[in-house]
């Protein structure tokens, strides 16, 4: 999908909010009618209180029926703004209110008529709606003043909710609850402080790869939440579905496994053997990649979804499975070129961040300075910013992931303005976060030209809480562009609805030693304190061992869904 | 039914204008007096987006707009598109529960 970032903007931006050009006949009626054109409308705003709904009655019991053919079922009926005339419009059929309209006369115009169910305008000449700034204000304002005055308890509850009804339970549902229940007993005193949740993982051969992962997965707040309630119920869905493989039935039984209270280490061996059947050119007891097994995990969670839904549902919004709503995002990724400024725009959904980690440290020490500070566009020559005293940090790779990128003289972009392959600059940026970011470092080096593949030990800082913020598309087109405001392709982008940037480091999966040879370890965060997973043994640690850890996948929770979920044990 | 001399006269140009409201009409304007009209539609309303189909329709719009271009498209195309189609996708129960309703309606209002 390309776009063009057009600099003759169809569209007028105030406020950064969008609004369109008035067509003439609006023009028109504004300049003949002075500054305050729809205030004589304003006493015939009527907000119905069911919904809310704005409508256009002289009084409140009128029935609008039109003047020309007397028809009041007609479902778009339309009051002429200057004579108050009201007209049906029933395209192709007949439009009585465009008929109405080219009756002008010198002391105003017809053009300009208001739907009188939705309270919207209509420009008859150009058999379109239209939109006003000062009528909106009006509407708003009728809205505001209704809510204010009146007394009915119906306007301030939202519709589609029961009233709240205090409950306590008769005998039979007292029964029926103590008898298909167990009480959380206060486990986490009695058992060494360990909280509920943690339960060391047998290692079955080599399976250290799955068994840091897994307990990653066991303690991502939305994916526990949606297994511990139920949401994926494996006894139903093997009826369902007979006995086929389903990934996220063996994770439902993890998930009761791990959150029993049992500390017995478990084995996941029926996991292990079903995700053996799914990514069998994995399926063996050599030493495997934590990330791609991240990765074929959440893609075996997410087959089984899609086989039983007809409609296919886009990756990106996380609407097809739990795996995707809560790891996906969607990346978007902007090409220049170079020669003429043309860009164009695609969206791709992706589930983790995949970061290289800063080549030699030594040779590149700039000041630090935070994205936020760059104004101007171009940095293709790389500012390594934030690099204090040479030490990588999690910042500084996703700096890197975001800044403009050079792509080089074989890798000539095809320019559609241009019409020839031109030089481009690349720049990434999250269009969508999702709920949980993983990031996963690329400690390891596959070099086919070298025919060698190498692990990266650097070292890298990470923090605790990450605001991602800098990293959006609306921060790095900003900068690019010099703080101005222009359209998102693809639809309103609502920052209202956007959850917020500021996420929690819960989990870091770490790996030592060699490529070949190497052993991972999860470092998990529960109310505050910090936990080594190490296969079967699971023992406390202090903080700085964590951040003196090696990382290699870290997740992190959106801020929201963090307090929520882990602050108190057992009343989440 | 037998023509009867003492039928009514045949109606003239000057009555034409003022046409018998139909049955249609009658019930329309009555369910409006009443408030049962506005009820009906904010139910209809409700069920519409219960069911998902206020989202299909804002998605079918959405779809045809980008294929046309923001600024080539009016309402009344989007209506006469999106009319058949949301016509055609309404689900059963939904009618059924309106037609009840203004059944119901019928019956208690005495028509």
């Not at chain 1, 959150?259 to 292990?272: E, N, Q, T, V």
């Amino acid at each position: 999908m390309s776009s063009k970032i057009n600099h003759h903007h169809q569209n007028d931006k105030t406020n950064g909010q969008i609004f369109p050009q008035p067509c003439p006949h609006l023009a028109d009626f504004h300049a003949r009618n002075g500054t305050k054109p729809f205030r004589a409308i304003q006493d015939c705003l009527h907000i119905k209180p069911p919904g809310g709904r704005a409508a256009i009655r002289r009084d409140s019991s009128e029935v609008p029926r039109c003047g020309v053919c007397g028809d009041s079922s007609c479902p778009r009926l339309y009051a002429c703004m200057a004579c108050a005339a009201v007209s049906c419009h029933v395209p192709p059929h007949s439009s009585h209110v465009a008929i109405h309209a080219t009756k002008t006369s010198s002391a105003c115009s017809h053009e300009i008529a208001v739907d009188v169910d939705r309270a919207e305008l209509f420009c008859c000449a150009c058999r379109d709606q239209v939109y006003d700034r000062d009528f909106d204000a009006a509407v708003v304002l009728a809205h505001t003043t209704s809510i204010i005055q009146s007394s009915k308890p119906e306007n301030l509850r939202k519709r589609r909710r029961i009233d709240y009804r205090p409950w306590s339970p008769d005998l039979r549902e007292r029964s029926l609850m103590v008898n298909n229940a167990s009480p959380i007993d206060s486990m986490s005193s009695s058992n060494g402080d360990l909280p509920r949740g943690l339960r060391g993982l047998n290692n079955l051969g080599n399976t250290c790869f799955m068994n840091s992962v897994l307990q990653a997965l066991f303690h991502t707040p939305p994916l526990r939440n949606y297994f511990l309630s139920d949401r994926h119920n494996r006894y139903y869905c093997q009826s369902k579905n007979g006995v086929r493989l389903c990934l996220a039935c063996d994770l439902d039984t993890m998930f009761s496994a791990i959150f029993c209270g049992d500390r017995m280490p478990y084995s996941p061996a029926k996991f292990l053997y079903s995700w053996w059947r799914h990514a069998s050119n994995l399926a063996s007891y050599e030493q495997q990649d934590a990330h791609e097994f991240f990765i074929s995990m959440l893609d075996g969670i997410h087959e089984k979804v899609e086989k039983d839904q007809h409609k296919p549902r886009s990756q990106g919004n996380g609407d097809c499975c739990i795996a995707h709503r809560v790891f996906s995002g969607i990346l978007r990724s902007d090409v220049m070129c170079m020669a003429c400024g043309f860009t164009s725009t695609t969206f791709d959904p992706c589930v983790d961040f995949s970061l290289d980690l800063e080549p030699n440290q030594g040779s590149s020490m700039k000041t630090s300075s935070t994205k936020s500070n760059h104004s101007c566009n171009c940095e293709a020559d790389g500012m390594n910013s934030s690099q204090n005293c040479g030490i990588s940090t999690l910042m500084g790779c996703l700096d890197r992931f975001t800044r403009p990128e050079r792509l080089g003289s074989d890798q000539k972009f095809f320019c559609q303005q241009c019409q020839v392959r031109q030089e481009s600059l690349k720049q990434m940026s999250i269009r969508k976060l999702p709920l949980v970011s993983c990031f996963h470092i690329k400690r390891f080096e596959h070099s086919s030209v070298r025919k060698m593949s190498r692990k990266v030990d650097r070292y890298l800082q990470f923090p605790l809480s990450l605001d991602m913020a800098p990293y959006l598309s609306s921060s790095i087109l900003r900068s690019r562009f010099g703080n101005r405001f222009f359209p998102f392709d693809g639809d309103e982008s609502n920052t209202l609805n956007e959850p917020s940037s500021e996420f929690e480091l819960f989990a870091v999966v770490t790996h030592t030693g060699k490529l070949d040879a190497g052993h991972y370890v999860t470092y998990l965060r529960l109310s505050n304190k910090w936990y080594k997973c190490d296969d079967a043994w699971i023992t406390e640690v202090n903080e700085n061992t964590v951040r003196a850890a090696q990382g290699y996948m870290m997740f992190y929770v959106q801020k929201m869904l963090y307090y929520k979920a882990s602050e108190k044990q057992g009343t989440s | 039914m037998r023509n009867s001399v003492n039928r009514p006269p045949t109606p003239d140009a000057v009555e034409d204008q003022e046409k018998e409201p139909t049955l249609q009409e009658i019930i329309n304007i009555k369910m409006i007096e009443s408030g049962e009209k506005e009820k009906l539609m904010e139910l209809l309303r409700e069920r519409l987006v219960e069911c998902g189909w206020k989202d299909e329709m804002k998605a079918l719009c959405r779809a045809y707009i980008k294929k046309k271009g923001t600024n080539n498209v009016t309402v009344d195309d989007l209506v006469h598109v999106i009319t058949p189609k949301g016509r055609a996708s309404i689900p059963d129960s939904i009618k059924t529960e309106l037609l009840l309703r203004i059944r119901a309606f019928l019956a208690s209002a005495a028509l």
